[in-house]
């Protein structure tokens, strides 16, 4: 029964963020949890509801902030969670109310923006369903299913971030598993403890990591969510047998496609529809492996169960898994097919006001491993931009760092590391106006070596004009853009060696971060905040500023 205030459109949660013991994939290790879960409970609310989440931080030692992926903030870009950006993080013992407007429906995510604390298992998916009287979605299905991927790692999110920071460099390396629903397996007698008993820290009979099984009904439709919050992993996902039909990315339309394999980079999220309509007498193996990178983590699985069959019967072939990792023309195809849904095309303006071109690469600043964008490495200040934008403390930040030609950059060699330096710069960016960012990827500090990267933007969707294979060329590369139906995403992913060209509206008053979705690399600097129409933000709330009981001295 929906409560008084759901049916007035307002979804109240308490959330209790704490550290847990949890065995996910078998092993026994620290996770943050929300009310004890991770993956956290899912949000579920229809376009134009209002949630408000009250998050009490019970972690003994350590700060924390929530991120609404996807969701645009429009009008609370103080709600927006991110630590060093729009708010002060959330100390311990400290409770903190975040409150917005789900504008569109969709499906969404929300995980911890503060350190590595994504990897400890903060993250869950915000559902947003069309309104009663709303306009239909493009597509019909049976059953609204979900599934969130993520990778995962057995070292703390205190060893990684050590070893990330120190010289010398150590990098979190592949993860241990993958988890289908919070669910993996980890092969516990590769464990080489002194004792041979290893059932105290792994134990792989315990019903916690046994493989999540999604029930179906033979002849019908399932709208799948399928989302990624993994820490670093690109992945593909398939469902044996079964082809699956893209209808939605990132909270928008797209015009349907089949594939057997989507792929699918941290921070975005798709819908699928697939039709259980093979031999209903057995199992199918779901199953998800890492690409983009030489893979060493096992292949994820799950199992497709078709009714009444018994849910954790295992299907009995072996589990398929799908491309080659290194295939990246078959993932740079599927980015290429994905276009808006014809019925809901909404076209880019013509032209931009502003090119911003952003250089990829991995560099060594005083020593330390970092990513930088046009050789500055982003460190955030601990003052959040918003605070100190909206206040004028405008000697806080540098301001607009200069523009970049790439021209003569080499994006084949290892960086010279000549003028790579640590930055908390801050773009200012006229409101109103159209930007295009190129991103633009190069070599790492390895030979022969350049990685992918999903960038993420908050508190916009932008359009994907166009991805290219080499150095983007000002000339004759724009020629190229699809200015027809470009698809809107807020996450997308950068190729070894390419470019990918986006366009954007300054329409939602705020600071916003715009940065590298692998979270060791954000980590490692590989963002960058800009700024538009802080002016015309509201009266910011207090509960963003100082800390514990000095918020006092803020609004006494
Ligand atoms: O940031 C990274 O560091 C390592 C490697 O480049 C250096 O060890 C890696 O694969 C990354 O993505």
Redesign the pocket.
């Known amino acids: 029964v929906p409560t008084a205030e759901a049916k007035l459109g307002i979804h109240f949660h308490k959330w209790e963020v704490k550290y847990a013991y949890k065995s996910p994939d078998c092993f026994k290790k620290l996770a943050i949890t929300i009310n004890g879960d991770s993956p956290g409970p899912t949000i579920y609310a229809a376009q134009g509801d209002r949630v408000v989440v009250t998050l009490t931080n019970t972690l003994p030692t350590e700060n924390v902030a929530v991120h609404w992926h996807g969701i645009r903030q429009i009008g609370t870009p103080w709600s927006d969670g991110t630590e060093g950006v729009t708010q002060c993080p959330i100390m311990p013992g400290d409770s903190f109310t975040y409150e917005f407007v789900v504008d569109r429906a969709g499906t969404y995510l929300y995980h911890a923006h503060y350190g590595l604390q994504l990897s400890a298992g903060l993250y869950g998916f915000i559902i947003v369903s069309v309104p009663l009287h709303g306009v239909p979605e493009p597509f019909v299905y049976d059953k609204d299913r979900s599934i969130i991927l993520k990778d995962w790692y057995h070292a703390t999110t205190y060893e990684q971030s050590t070893s990330l920071s120190s010289i010398p ?1 150590g ?1 979190v390396g592949e993860p241990q598993s993958l988890l289908i629903n919070g669910r993996g397996r980890f092969n516990c007698s590769l464990l080489n403890a002194p004792s041979s008993d290893h059932s105290e820290i792994c134990e792989a009979k315990i019903p916690e990591c046994s493989p999540y099984s999604l029930t179906v009904v033979h002849g019908e439709t399932y709208r799948l969510r399928i989302g990624s919050l993994t820490s670093l992993s690109a992945l593909s996902f398939q469902i044996e047998g079964h082809n699956m039909t893209v209808v939605e990315a990132d909270g928008n339309y797209v015009e349907p496609f089949q594939t057997k394999n989507l792929y699918i980079n941290s921070g975005e999220t798709y819908s699928v529809l697939v039709t259980a309509d093979q031999d209903p007498s057995r199992n199918y193996w779901i199953t998800t492996n890492v690409v983009s ?1 030489e893979p060493s983590t096992p292949t994820g699985l799950a199992i497709f169960n078709y009714y009444p069959n018994h849910p954790h019967k295992y299907p009995p072939t072996a589990p398929t898994t799908g491309p080659l990792w290194n295939d990246t023309a078959s993932q740079l195809a599927q980015s290429r097919a994905i276009r808006a849904h014809h019925d809901f095309v909404q076209p880019p303006p013509p032209r931009s006001d502003r090119v911003i071109v952003l250089l990829n690469t ?1 560099n060594l600043i005083d020593g330390y ?1 970092r ?1 930088s964008l046009n050789n500055r490495s982003l460190t955030l200040p601990h003052t959040p931009y918003l605070i100190a934008l909206k206040q004028n403390f405008t000697d806080a930040f540098d301001q607009n760092p200069p523009s970049y030609d790439i021209a003569n950059y080499d994006i084949s060699k290892v960086p010279d590391n000549v003028n790579a330096t640590s930055s908390n710069a801050v773009y200012r960016i006229s409101f109103n106006t159209t930007v295009d960012i190129i991103l633009q990827n190069a070599n ?3 030979p022969g ?1 350049s ?1 992918t990267h999903p960038w993420h933007m908050h508190g916009h969707d932008f359009w994907v004009l166009g991805y290219g294979s080499n150095k983007f060329d000002m000339v004759k590369d724009p020629a190229t853009y699809n200015l027809v139906d470009p698809i809107l995403k807020n996450t997308v992913a950068l190729y070894p060696y390419g470019w990918t060209a986006l366009r954007f509206r300054t329409d939602n008053p705020g600071v916003w971060i715009f940065h590298c979705h692998i979270e ?2 954000f980590f ?1 600097g590989m963002g960058i905040v800009f700024e538009a129409g802080v002016e015309m933000v509201g009266t910011l709330p207090t509960s963003i500023m100082g800390c514990g009981e000095t918020k006092r001295l803020i609004n006494p």
Do not use: D, G, I, L
């Open positions: 460099f990098w990178r991995q491993n990513w790492t500090m390895t070596s990685e060791p690399h490692m």
